[in-house]
């Protein structure tokens, strides 16, 4: 699972590196083209994510394992041979099926063969898997885009894919418990196309459209009147695809409010602070992508040691407190980057603080809420958690760039903001203002992200610990089966 978790992280930060490329020898229609090629993957492994979490409560988590690999792989290969930018577009949507499969199915095994009390260490080799990713992902893609061509970062993941594939199939053995096999067929309709239509709401406000245009209003009409149906129709429904009596959960209440903001400040600090660095010293985004490391390597350190604490002692209460406690210092003292006298490396010591605050809540969240619910809502709980983070992340972009776009649409030349390493070649006075307009607007989405994560605090208080099981969710289902069968 791990090399299928890797798979797919490592995918989604090796192609930013190369879309530039891409969009130069097979694009049209400029930068929307580029937009649609990040939409389109998010829209469908944001929108799958629930999806697959319940049909492995209904079919067992080997086979949707199995059969998100198969199309992770299939993606894979359209991507690489894609003539033009509609059939790659495509070719995307369908490579986030896999994306989101493998995301959804990656936390429910664990949950299924580790007990809660041992599973923070391995939730926390899992997060490190990402943050890996996340680092290795640009580095790459750079050399590939650099000296092959652009369709070997698709390639490349193939043998990987195989790898996983082979792994699973020989080695992931879960026994198979009968459920109530029908399915709520209206409940998937309204939760694909509700997700999808809000993500594409999102996308829209940041990218082509903005927050007033048509498109984006009636977009973002149909979205909540999808989800407001979803909310309607599933207390109705035989075998709901989303129980609603997990919103009265209060671990899954307090925990996935509370790593929603988180992941909103972490996708805002990773998505913004490349376009700071490169603004501002020149550097190149390959080597911006580098001066993420720092938040990474926090993440990597904190998930470990979390992890193995909250294993020896069976007490998981007080890191979502230390963790926000050190995001709410991290992000202040990123806000105080642009000042006189400071220093980039405070500003890339906040962000390691930053990633300490992610290690340290997620894979603990994770944990609760798999400890807190029912076997039966094991994978549709777990996926649920998930698709809120997403969500955090696509609004957190959406909302700060519109507010960042704002704020710079009049003082910067909008070219400059694609391709940001020109501004260091401006003459003098032109060079100063842009660099002090791309600081106080960057700066300035940072200062206004702060009381997320002090909300995010708030709410880590009032999570109540429950003691953690110490048998894993296949013996629960065996033990449920036999006492049934006798």
Not at 58 to 86: D, E, Q, W
Not at 257 to 275: K, Q
Not at 352 to 373: L, M
Not at 374 to 379: A, E, M, N, S, T
Request: with cysteine; charged share 10%; aromatic share 8%.
């Amino acid at each position: 699972m791990m090399t299928a978790a890797g798979l797919t992280a490592l995918n989604g930060s090796i192609v930013s590196t190369a879309l530039p490329e891409i969009v130069s020898e097979i694009g049209g229609g400029g930068t929307k083209t580029y937009t649609w090629v990040i939409t389109a993957y998010l829209l469908t492994s944001t929108a799958c994510t629930p999806l697959f979490g319940k049909f492995s409560d209904l079919y067992g988590r080997k086979r949707l394992t199995l059969i998100s690999i198969y199309i992770f792989l299939l993606g894979l290969v359209f991507c690489a041979t894609a003539p033009n930018m509609p059939l790659l577009v495509a070719a995307r949507a369908f490579i986030g099926i896999g994306s989101g499969g493998i995301m959804a199915m990656t936390f429910v095994v664990i949950a299924d063969i580790v007990a809660p009390r041992d599973r923070g260490r391995y939730v926390g080799a899992f997060t490190s898997v990402f943050a890996i990713s996340g680092v290795l992902g640009p580095l790459i893609g750079g050399v590939i885009v650099d000296n092959f061509s652009w369709r070997w970062i698709f390639i490349i993941n193939i043998p990987f894919g195989l790898v996983a594939l082979g792994m699973v199939q020989k080695y992931l053995h879960l026994p198979m418990t009968r459920r109530d096999t029908s399915i709520d067929v209206v409940g998937a309709v309204l939760i694909v196309s509700g997700t999808g239509s809000l993500v594409l709401t999102i996308s829209w406000i940041s990218g082509e459209y903005g927050w007033t245009s048509q498109p984006t209003l009636i977009m973002g009409c149909v979205s909540l009147i999808l989800i407001s149906a979803l909310f309607l129709w599933e207390p109705h429904a035989e075998n709901p695809m989303l129980p609603l009596h997990l919103f009265k959960n209060h671990t899954v209440q307090t925990m996935v409010s509370m790593t929603t903001l988180i992941s909103a400040v972490m996708t805002l600090v990773s998505t913004f602070m490349p376009l700071f660095l490169q603004a501002v010293t020149g550097i190149s985004p390959t080597n911006s992508g580098l001066l993420i490391v720092p938040m990474m390597l926090g993440l990597t350190f904190s998930s470990t040691l979390v992890g193995r604490r909250v294993t020896a002692t069976g007490h998981y209460r007080k890191w979502p407190i230390i963790g926000t406690v050190f995001g709410a210092v991290g992000l202040t003292m990123v806000t105080f980057i642009a000042r006189s006298g400071i220093s980039i490396g405070v500003g890339l010591v906040g962000m390691a603080f930053i990633g300490f605050c992610s290690g340290a809540t997620f894979p603990t969240s994770t944990t609760a809420i798999q400890n807190s619910v029912d076997i039966r809502d094991l994978g549709v709980a777990s996926s649920m958690a998930q698709l809120c983070r997403s969500l955090g992340g696509v609004m957190s972009v959406a909302i700060f760039g519109s507010i960042l776009n704002a704020r710079l649409t009049l003082r910067v030349d909008p070219k400059l903001l694609r391709a940001p390493r020109k501004i260091n070649a401006l003459p003098e006075p032109s060079r100063t203002e842009v660099i002090n307009a791309m600081l106080d607007g960057i700066t300035t989405i940072f200062r206004y992200a702060i009381p997320l994560m002090v909300i995010a605090f708030l709410i880590s208080t009032r999570v109540k610990e429950l003691p953690l099981r110490t048998h894993a969710a296949y013996e629960d289902s065996e033990s449920v089966s036999n006492g049934t069968n006798s």
